[in-house]
C-alpha cells in the first residue's frame, strides 16, 4: 500500500507551483476578458481557485525552512510593492487605473504574520487579538478574509495527513458555502449551486495534488530559476494583461 502510495508522488514544490501560476493566469484572464455567466469563464476562474491554497500551503512549510524569515517576509513585501500598480492596471474598469485594493502578495505577508503569531507567540489573549487584527486587515487586500481563514485551517491540519485531509475539506466547503450565499438571489438556486460547487473544485484539486501527489521535495534543477521566477511572474503577467485591458478597452 505505501509502495504504490509513493508511485503517485511524482510532483515535487516547484511543479505544483508551476501548476498554480497557470491557474492563476487562467482566472485572471477569464476575470478580466470574458463576460461574467458563461460557461468557460466560470471553468477558468473555478480553476484559478487552486492557486491561493497552494501557495499558503507552501507559505506555512517554508516558513519551517526558510533561513532567515525576515528575508523571506521581505522579498513577499518588496514584490508586493512591485506588483500593486499592475494589479490595479489588471482589474480597474475603463481606460482608467484606480486602487483595486492590495494584491495577493501583501496577503501572504498577512498570512506569514499569522504563522509567526500562531508559531512563537505564547499569550493565547494576544495570539487572538493580533490574528483578528490581520483578519480584518485582510479586508483591504486580494482573497480578503479567506487567506488569513486558511492558513490557520492549514496550520492545524499540519499534524498528519488526516488532519490536512480535514483542512482541505473545510477550506472547500467554506469557500463554497460563502460563494453560494453571495449569490443568494442573484441568480437561479440551480446554477448557484453548480458555481458554488465548480468554486470548491479549485481547492479540492490542490488538496489532491499536494496531499497525494507531492513528493515534499523540489526540482533538482533549476531552484534559482524557479525561485525569481515565481516572484517575477506575479507582476509581469498582471502588467501585460493590465495593459492588454487598457488597449482594448
Known amino acids: 500500500m505505501e509502495r504504490a502510495e509513493k508511485k503517485y508522488r511524482c510532483l515535487n514544490?516547484?511543479?505544483?507551483k508551476y501548476i498554480a501560476m497557470f491557474t492563476m493566469l487562467l482566472n485572471h484572464i477569464a476575470t478580466i476578458f470574458m463576460v461574467p455567466g458563461s460557461w468557460i469563464r466560470e471553468i477558468f476562474v473555478a480553476l484559478g481557485y487552486f492557486t491561493a491554497p497552494s501557495m499558503i500551503y507552501f507559505l506555512i512549510e517554508g516558513y519551517d525552512?526558510?533561513?532567515s524569515k525576515k528575508a523571506y517576509l521581505k522579498r513577499l513585501f518588496i514584490f508586493g510593492l512591485i506588483s500593486e500598480i499592475p494589479f490595479c492596471m489588471a482589474f480597474s474598469q475603463g481606460q482608467g487605473i484606480e486602487f483595486e485594493g492590495?494584491?495577493?502578495l501583501f496577503t501572504l505577508c498577512l498570512c506569514f504574520g499569522i504563522i509567526?503569531?500562531?508559531k512563537e507567540m505564547e499569550n493565547k489573549r494576544n495570539r487572538v487579538l493580533f490574528i483578528t487584527g490581520i483578519i480584518l486587515l485582510s479586508t483591504f487586500c486580494d482573497w480578503a478574509i479567506f487567506a488569513p481563514v486558511f492558513t490557520l485551517i492549514f496550520l492545524h491540519g499540519k499534524k498528519d495527513k488526516e488532519h490536512m485531509k480535514k483542512s482541505f475539506l473545510k477550506a472547500a466547503l467554506l469557500f463554497g458555502v460563502i460563494?453560494?450565499?453571495g449569490e443568494w438571489g442573484r441568480i437561479p438556486f440551480g446554477k448557484n449551486m453548480i458555481y458554488a460547487g465548480m468554486s470548491m473544485c479549485g481547492i479540492f484539486l490542490a488538496?489532491?495534488?499536494?496531499l497525494f501527489c507531492y513528493n515534499g521535495k523540489r526540482a533538482e534543477?533549476?531552484?534559482?530559476f524557479s525561485k525569481w521566477f515565481f516572484y517575477l511572474f506575479y507582476p509581469v503577467h498582471l502588467l501585460?494583461?493590465?495593459?492588454l485591458r487598457i488597449q482594448l478597452m
Open 13 to 16: 514544490r516547484d511543479v505544483i
Open 65 to 67: 525552512y526558510t533561513h
Open 102 to 104: 492590495l494584491n495577493m
Open 116 to 118: 509567526w503569531i500562531e
Open 179 to 181: 460563494n453560494f450565499m
Open 207 to 210: 488538496g489532491i495534488c499536494i
Open 221 to 224: 534543477k533549476g531552484k534559482t
Open 240 to 243: 501585460v494583461l493590465g495593459l
